[in-house]
């Protein structure tokens, strides 16, 4: 289709228009049709609106609390009072109150601070709402909460709650004047039975808040939690002065462990640091041995590693000796014994083995002070050893108590912060139920005209339905055509087609042949 | 939009010389005049200049070089048969005309012996098979007209297509007429098209202005092309101009 898509001319475009005018106009009476039809008899309704506001009792003491500003009060406060009015108790006290005109507030009952909803009300109600929940649903849908700014403003003062309430035929009998007034009059007091019914509800939900937490405070645990503490504290410090200093890591050890485990890792591991010192001992010994050996006999040096890597004075000369030795070795099959230089090598030679001598002697006094530090070492762990297997029976059982006083402790430290959070939330709770926030109606409810209800505005839509209805008529005429196959011109048929055009006949009514 | 009975308008009764039917119980339909006698069909003044454009085009513009044309259409109910007629009847009644043969080869649906008001009687299924000379098989419209209707076809319509003897016949009529025009089938129903365009060699295509997608007739002109004709041109019929005609030099 595409080599065959002609550039459209004006008279294309007329072509597909005049082509298809009647469907387009059939289109185009169809939308203006219903939309007209709809916006005719479409249900009008009455409009009845109350206005709220929300006041802070006091300027609340900014000192009080990080988090109880005016500001955040009545921000948090608006969005929960939606969910609160919009609650299946509020709508559907509203109703009852609707039904049954006896519970209804007087003229001005709904304005005082402290209304409360009927005791029958009250009683009535859970099986009300567990009847009519379709119709409480379908008041949720009438019913809107307006705060200037748009449904998530941050901070409003001002709400409005508005109700619509639809011109219905089922007011009862009497004559339609009649009917309507009726039902103007019950949007009006629907509006202010919900204001009523919500006001009440929030009253109930502010002090059922303050009361829990004036219950708590009254408690006064967090007195008793820090006399716990004390306690524990007390009897764990008793009890680690009988233990004595020396065993208290042990006892903490022991008691984590229970008695047998506890004492034979102990025992493990006083026994595993004595064989370190006592190989470390050997170890020391035997290096005392070679540098014996090694003074005994000068002439052989042979100083062990260890030694001459600890002292660097002692590496050093090995080194200047082997130099020397070196230096000599390779003079002496050239030079004869009184060469100058031979001798001085000679004599340097005997002077640096001299001093050798006497490092490894000192190093030899070293090692005996390591050797006795390592021996003391030694003394004292078995010492220990033989002091802990002695008082290991005495230790066990009160290690174990050691132990648990010190969980009892710490449980008895974690109790107290919860208690300390507990009480800071409720000190909060009753500093702001001392300085709760009002909410007081500004207009009782509006007043709808019953004889001139809300309706759709007519020419708008019927303004919108011709437009639109062009619109569609237009693309139905356009898409009709684009997927339209047949040949229309002679232009389409060569162009597609590739044959010429031979003649073109025009349609000349039904293919009658009469011969009379 | 004048009726298509407008176009084929009755005239003065000749007294023509017709093969007798062979049944005289036949129901012949729309005969109530004397034996003998016959109203000649005629184009009305417009349909006449319309198809004596198409005839000029189709046969004086170089297009065709043989005697013979061949009328399809690609579906059916295109209004083959009436352009058919129409053509045939175009300059047929004057002196010094062309000699024409208007042949119904349309073995599925004929309908130009209705449309012309003549008798089933002998016609092509006889010349072909039963050996019928074209002489005999011939009916007379008026001086330079002869029409071959179908005849009875029963159920020898594949006999009939057998190509010699359709050759042959189509050779004597050469030598007969100087033109020759044949209705046939839909050629994307019937394989009669494709036979006869391989004999035939020169096809006029029909179009059916709103109704036929191009597709349809692209495949109409394959087949008419596999079977080894040429497309000499189109037809466009049943045309619509929904624009008035005013805007036509305007827009």
Request: aromatic share 6%.
């Amino acid at each position: 289709m595409a080599d065959t898509y002609t550039s459209r001319t004006l008279r294309e475009l007329l072509r597909i228009v005049a082509s298809r005018f009647l469907g387009m106009v059939i289109l185009f009476a169809v939308i203006v049709g219903a939309v007209t039809a709809a916006s005719l008899y479409a249900p009008k309704w009455y409009r009845s609106e109350v206005q709220l506001m929300a006041t802070p009792a006091r300027v609340s003491n900014p000192l009080a609390g990080p988090s109880t500003s005016q500001h955040e009060q009545v921000t948090l406060f608006v969005m929960t009072q939606r969910e609160i009015l919009f609650s299946e108790s509020v709508l559907g006290a509203a109703l009852l109150m609707l039904e049954k005109p006896q519970y209804a507030p007087q003229a001005d009952g709904s304005r005082s601070a402290r209304f409360q909803l009927p005791a029958g009300l009250r009683k009535e109600l859970p099986d009300f709402i567990a009847a009519n929940t379709d119709k409480i649903r379908r008041l949720k849908d009438r019913l809107s909460v307006v705060t200037p700014g748009g449904p998530d403003a941050a901070f409003t003062q001002t709400f409005k709650v508005v109700v619509d309430w639809p011109e219905t035929r089922q007011n009862g009998d009497g004559d339609r004047a009649q009917r309507r007034r009726r039902a103007a009059e019950q949007c009006r007091q629907l509006a202010d039975y919900i204001v009523a019914a919500y006001l009440a509800r929030y009253q109930q939900l502010e002090a059922q808040r303050t009361e829990a937490a004036r219950k708590f405070l009254e408690k006064k645990s967090l007195a008793e939690a820090e006399k716990r503490v004390e306690e524990a504290k007390a009897a764990l410090e008793a009890e680690a002065a009988t233990l004595g200093a020396d065993l208290l890591p042990v006892a903490s050890i022991v008691g984590k462990q229970g008695i047998d485990s506890g004492v034979a890792r102990l025992v493990t591991e006083l026994e595993s640091s004595i064989s370190t010192v006592e190989a470390r001992l050997a170890e020391l010994t035997a290096l005392r041995r070679a540098v014996e050996r090694q003074l005994k006999e000068p002439e052989q040096l042979a100083v062990p590693d260890e030694i001459a890597s600890s002292s660097p004075v002692i590496a050093e000369l090995l080194k200047r000796i082997a130099q020397l030795e070196m230096k000599i070795s390779g003079l002496t099959p050239k030079f004869t014994d009184e060469y100058q230089e031979l001798q001085t090598t000679r004599s340097e030679l005997r002077n640096a083995r001299l001093d050798l001598i006497r490092e490894l002697q000192r190093q030899l006094r070293r090692l005996d002070d390591s050797i006795a530090v390592k021996e003391a070492e030694k003394a004292h762990l078995t010492a220990r050893l033989a002091k802990f297997t002695r008082d290991m029976q005495r230790i066990g059982p009160q290690a174990i108590r050691y132990s648990r006083l010190q969980e009892a402790l710490q449980a008895a430290i974690d109790h107290y912060n919860q208690q300390e959070k507990d009480y800071l939330e409720s000190v909060r709770a009753e500093s702001l139920a001392q300085d709760p926030v009002l909410v007081s109606v500004v207009d009782s409810a509006s007043r709808p005209d019953p004889d001139r209800p809300r309706r759709p505005i007519l020419w708008l839509n019927i303004l919108i339905a011709c437009i639109s209805g062009l619109v569609l008529s237009l693309v139905y005429a356009f898409l009709a055509d684009h997927f339209d196959h047949t040949i229309k011109s002679v232009d389409e048929a060569e162009r597609y087609l590739g044959a010429p055009v031979v003649a073109s006949v025009p349609k000349m009514g039904r293919h009658i042949l009469q011969m009379q | 939009m004048s009726d298509l009975e407008d176009m084929f308008e009755p005239n003065e009764p000749i007294s023509a010389a017709a093969a007798p039917s062979n049944d005289p119980s036949d129901d012949v339909p729309v005969l109530t005049l004397p034996a003998g006698s016959r109203r000649a069909p005629r184009l009305s003044g417009r349909a006449s200049e319309m198809f004596h454009g198409m005839w000029a085009s189709i046969f004086y513009s170089g297009r065709t070089t043989g005697k013979t044309v061949l009328l399809t259409s690609a579906a059916r109910r295109e209004g083959v048969s009436t352009i058919a007629c129409g053509l045939a009847l175009t300059d047929t009644d004057v002196e010094g005309g062309p000699r024409v043969a208007l042949v119904d080869f349309n073995l599925r649906n004929p309908a130009i012996h209705r449309m012309l008001g003549l008798r089933e009687g002998p016609g092509l299924v006889e010349a072909l098979a039963d050996g019928l000379s074209p002489a005999e098989a011939a009916q007379k419209i008026n001086r330079n007209l002869d029409v071959f209707t179908v005849g009875a076809i029963g159920s020898r319509s594949l006999e009939v297509l057998r190509s010699d003897a359709v050759e042959k016949f189509f050779a004597q009529l050469d030598e007969l007429y100087d033109q020759v025009l044949v209705d046939s089938a839909a050629a994307n129903h019937y394989p009669d098209a494709q036979v006869l365009a391989g004999v035939l060699k020169e096809v006029v295509l029909v179009v059916h202005s709103d109704l036929t997608p191009r597709e349809a007739v692209a495949q109409a002109k394959k087949r008419i092309e596999a079977g080894g004709g040429r497309v000499v041109g189109l037809v466009l019929n049943m045309r619509t101009f929904p624009i008035p005609n005013f805007l036509y030099r305007i827009v």
